[in-house]
């Protein structure tokens, strides 16, 4: 087949499908990698959140408003310079688990008497 006088060639098929084959099982190992990996990766996640708390937990009142506060500020300067989401939402974690704790303490409200 002649295209403007050019010869064609047709693309070779065998070796097309013989690299669709080699892609698709370096997908499958990898995906078959990752599965494996993500139950790690949740527990370390799991138990890094946990110790944080505990550790925020432990800050008087006035430095855990602080953390959130510069968390907060973070967060609203970078994402305001254009930075990526990622980024921003790392810096706003902070901010995000101090007011968590604050608002699931229990309140002792004192009735008047």
């Not at 010869?7 to 698709?24: F, G, K, N």
């Not at 990752?34 to 790690?40: A, L, M, Q, Y």
């Amino acid at each position: 087949m002649t295209t403007n006088g050019i010869a064609a060639e047709a693309p070779d098929d065998r070796s097309t499908r013989e690299w669709v084959s080699h892609a698709a099982g370096a997908v499958r190992a990898t995906a078959d990698q990752v599965g494996e990996r993500i139950p790690v990766v949740v527990e370390v996640v799991r138990d890094g959140a946990v110790e944080s708390a505990r550790t925020i937990q432990a800050m008087p009142d006035s430095s855990q408003w602080l953390l959130a506060a510069f968390s907060l500020g973070l967060g609203v300067g970078l994402s305001v310079a254009g930075a990526p989401r990622l980024i921003v939402a790392a810096t706003l974690a902070p901010a995000v688990l101090v007011i968590g704790l604050v608002a699931g303490r229990e309140r002792v409200v004192v009735e008047p008497s």
